[in-house]
């Protein structure tokens, strides 16, 4: 068998063809743009604002300690850190189950940074067919100055998206005169382009193939879809039987639905589909197909609508809820879990005490005839400034504590190790394992202050 001949092979991949969306006008087009610009100002913004001296947002990994304004958090912290993507992660559900891929079409880095990128073509290239004709055309003097100043202004914009990005994890003052003076380190160099480049392969080149290819939202978010999930959809019972028509026609007598068959609704698509085609993976939820499609209506007169927000039951004249046992449960779990994780962080205390008691001898007898107890003590002040501690225990009857320092100081972001005995009478031990309290008070700040169990070990009874 000739697996050569034409007529029997098949290509298993089609050849990406390049999708030029043309620019939408209209309220969620405006309401897309003012999303797009807040996120972006976010992310180049906020390192630049001060917080209590220091960078306001800062993720410190080699002092492994993590600023949120006014919030210090240390590897110890980590539980809070996944608390929040658990919120994160039920708030992606919430929403999903809600109004479909609303963060795909508002949120996502990939369609924020990608908007960024058409909007620099569409200023350099020009419109829609504009830039399809020059890209049909052959290679010239004018087009390839074009498209140079394209790609260089999408590589300065990739690396200052980069330079940013190196901004959270390295202060971006120092980050800047290093950059300026050319003494970057090998790591800060290697994620600025890194990071740079990521960013200018998947928004500037490949755009949709990412939310087609390689997202996995796109694969599992029908399984948090029902009929009644808010979707963008095209009312085919109003717009079929669709064609082309002038304004003076009475639809009616010509038997046409509303749609005029126009094409607007694709060429504004970002994902290159036919919403006419029903719902469909690739699309994204930015609503652009129901702005261009608005426009149209209006100049024929017609009602707007026949692309819109609805659901699968509405679209079929069934009966819809928007407010269902789905939603209400979905809603309720993310309160619970986002009260639970910002209780808990209202509540942290920025001093931890570890104990470890002393594995070389179980216990030992004084001269004096009480059980001893070594224990090394390790005090963490994660507060922004020093601290003097007071310790006690408690647990045994009159036991006594003793430690190698008259004054406990532990500077602000560092570990203090502290060597304490503690000291009991036989005859106050009830069982060969007794549990005792440490607790470690700052003399100047009240609310710190920490707990920590232990084991006090004596003679077998």
């Known amino acids: 068998m000739n697996t050569a001949d034409p007529k029997i092979q098949q290509s298993l991949y089609a050849r990406h063809e390049k999708i030029y969306p043309r620019q939408a006008h209209g309220r969620f087009a405006r309401l897309r743009v003012l999303s797009i610009l807040v996120l972006l100002g976010i992310f180049y913004g906020t390192p630049l604002l001060r917080w209590d001296g220091h960078q ?22 980590f539980v809070y850190l996944a608390g929040l993507l658990i919120v994160a992660a039920l708030s992606l559900f919430f929403f999903t189950a809600l109004a479909g891929r609303i963060w795909c079409g508002y949120a996502c880095p990939q369609t924020v940074w990608t908007e960024a990128y058409i909007w620099i073509e569409r200023k350099i290239e020009g419109t829609r067919s504009q830039q399809m004709k020059r890209d049909k055309a052959a290679w010239s003097w004018d087009k390839f100055r074009v498209k140079a100043i394209k790609q260089t202004l999408w590589l300065v914009f990739s690396l200052w998206t980069g ?132 426009e149209v209506m209006d100049k024929l007169g017609y009602d707007r609508g026949l692309i819109r ?95 190698d320092v008259d004054n406990i100081y532990v500077n602000a972001g560092t570990v203090s190790e502290l060597i304490v005995r503690l000291r009991a009478d036989e005859a106050n031990l009830s069982a060969q394992s007794a549990s005792v309290s440490f607790r470690l008070q700052a003399q100047d700040a009240n609310h710190l202050i920490v707990e920590e169990e232990a084991r006090f070990l004596g003679p077998r009874k």
């Not at 800047?176 to 600025?192: D, M, R, V």
């Not at 126009?262 to 702005?291: F, H, K, M, N």
Request: aromatic share 14%; charged share 20%; with cysteine.
């Open 163 to 294: 330079f940013t990005f190196v901004g959270f994890f390295t202060p971006i003052n120092e980050l800047a005169a290093s950059f300026i003076g050319f003494n970057l380190g090998p790591w800060e160099t290697f994620w600025i382009f890194f990071y740079g480049f990521a960013t200018y392969g998947n928004a500037g080149w490949m755009r949709e193939q990412v939310c087609e290819y390689m997202c996995p939202y796109a694969r599992f978010q029908s399984a948090m879809f029902d009929n009644d999930t808010l979707i963008v959809a095209y009312d085919d019972m109003r717009g079929e039987p669709r064609g082309p028509r002038k304004r003076s026609v009475d639809k009616s007598a010509a038997g046409l639905g509303d749609c005029v068959d126009c094409t607007l609704c694709y060429q504004v698509c970002p994902t290159g589909i036919d919403i006419r085609d029903g719902l469909q993976y690739e699309c994204i939820a930015c609503s652009a197909c129901i702005d261009a499609c608005d």
């Open 309 to 403: 927000y609805t659901t699968e039951n509405a679209i079929q004249n069934k009966p819809s809820k928007i407010l269902r046992p789905r939603i209400v449960i979905y809603a309720i779990i993310l309160a619970i879990a986002t009260i639970t994780v910002f209780y808990d962080l209202s509540q942290r205390v920025a001093l931890d005490l570890d104990v470890i008691r002393d594995r070389n001898q179980l216990y030992r007898e004084t001269n004096e005839g009480l059980i001893e107890n070594v224990y090394t003590l390790k005090i963490l002040n994660m507060d922004d400034n020093p601290h003097a501690f007071i310790l006690s225990v408690e647990g045994i009857t009159d036991l006594e504590l003793f430690t």
């Open 56 to 77: 306001a947002v800062l993720f410190d990994l080699p002092a492994r300690k993590f600023y949120i304004f006014g919030l210090t958090l240390w590897p110890q912290d």
